[in-house]
């Protein structure tokens, strides 16, 4: 910029003395204006090329195109330095204004000197309430707005293409409402078609079970009479056995009768048990592996001459008294063997429970499948006395029958268990047909 305005105020300089000299009474004579370069020495006379000896139009042109740039750099000048205060101002009131942001809170000064920007608020205040302002009057259009709208919606026409398309929508609604009634019918009318069947099927099964258990109430009522029955154990496991229902008072003497038939080897088993607590073996007659039968009392062992292992049915006898542990034993209606000193004195306890087929480690349970009785039994009948031989006798010969007065042998007293059944007998007829 500066390289610009040397020339040109050599020039203006050049152009005044000529105009001086003219003003002085030179008559004739006139200057010719010539650029000096930047730097040179302005002392020295400049040698010019060539001489105007008139003036011409295009010479008083040239010369106010001159005026008019000289006037120009003039004002310029003048906008550079006037837009260079304005910069130094701003720049100062820029760095004020950084100062305050970083100590906020602190006292403002009280004068800033002239303010070139009284646009802006100088407190943070007033910004705050300005823009409160300005949301408050955003949020008062938009609640107009919103007026307006419910108005129009409310009371105002709308346009038809509008009305047009709440039609159409409105239909499709009323089309998908009536599409999902119908698909409601339908799953209830389903629902009603399987509840039904499912009730029938339900009602059909209760018919069934109640047949059933008509039949088997028949066929126990084909019993000629309640004792006219037998309880099968065809396997060797610890699931299956019979239990009494009645329990045993206390005892001081006893007779226990049954009829078996078993081929069971090596040994028929337990054929009944019978436990209290605190003593499994209270009474129990076994036959387990190659050892002979057994008679336990308060697990004292007496062992008795009896064999019944050739799948045939017989009749035996047990009795016992506990005056000296006197023992007898019977096989269709013989005595076989008697004996002493088995558990002399000691009373049978009450309250325990009467296993048929199974041996018990606990009172009801824990059976063993190496000791249970495998093959048929019926007619188990106890007394709480010693019977006479000859009414043991008369049973065994089907001349006599004599129900337990302790443990009778009766239909509803005997209960059966995993997989044992029962089944009518008539045992004289079966005993002479095995013969």
Request: glycine letters at 8%.
């Amino acid at each position: 910029m500066l390289a610009l305005l040397v020339p040109l105020l050599l020039i203006h300089a050049s152009w005044s003395g000529n105009k001086v000299a003219r003003a002085s009474g030179a008559k004739g004579s006139r200057f010719v204006c010539t650029p000096v370069p930047a730097g040179t020495d302005i002392s020295c006379p400049v040698e010019t090329a060539n001489r105007v000896q008139s003036t011409s139009p295009q010479e008083e042109e040239l010369r106010s195109t001159i005026i008019q740039l000289r006037e120009t750099i003039l004002q310029q000048k003048e906008t550079i330095v006037s837009q260079q205060g304005t910069i130094k101002e701003l720049n100062s009131k820029l760095a004020r204004c950084e100062a305050d942001a970083r100590s906020r809170g602190s006292a403002r000064r009280k004068e800033f000197g002239k303010n070139t920007m009284g646009d802006l608020p100088r407190d943070p205040a007033e910004t705050v309430e300005q823009l409160g302002k300005t949301m408050q009057s955003l949020k008062d259009r938009l609640e107009n707005l919103e007026q307006q709208l419910r108005t129009n919606t409310s009371g105002g026409p709308l346009p038809n293409d509008l009305k047009d398309l709440l039609r159409r929508r409105l239909g499709d609604l009323e089309s998908q409402l009536l599409t999902r009634v119908s698909e409601l019918e339908e799953e209830k009318s389903q629902l009603y078609n399987e509840t039904a069947a499912h009730r029938q099927r339900t009602e059909n099964t209760l018919n069934s079970l109640l047949e059933r258990i008509t039949e088997l109430e028949k066929s126990n009522s084909a019993f000629k009479s309640p004792e006219e029955f037998k309880v099968s154990l065809p396997l060797r496991t610890n699931y299956l056995f019979g239990r009494i229902k009645k329990s045993l008072p206390e005892m001081y003497a006893f007779t226990v009768c049954m009829w078996l038939k078993s081929s069971a080897s090596p040994g028929i088993g337990t054929p009944f048990s019978y436990g209290v607590p605190g003593q499994a073996n209270e009474i129990v007659l076994i036959e387990w592996g190659n050892n002979p039968i057994e008679l336990l009392v308060n697990d004292k062992v007496a062992q008795l001459p009896l064999s019944v292992s050739d799948g045939r049915w017989h009749h035996i006898c047990i009795t016992w008294t506990t005056r000296d542990g006197f023992w007898e034993a019977y096989q269709d209606g013989e005595r076989l063997g008697t004996g002493e000193n088995l558990a002399p004195w000691h009373p049978i306890k009450p309250g325990g429970v009467i296993i048929l087929g199974q041996e018990q480690d606990i009172v009801g349970g824990r059976f063993d499948a190496t000791q249970a009785f495998v093959g048929e039994l019926s007619h188990f009948n106890m007394w709480d006395r010693v019977l006479r031989p000859i009414d043991i006798s008369a049973m065994a010969n089907c001349s006599a029958y004599m129900p337990g007065n302790v443990v009778p042998w009766v239909d509803a007293n005997v209960e059966v268990f995993g997989g044992a059944t029962k089944a009518a007998l008539e045992i004289c007829e079966d005993r002479l047909f095995d013969s």
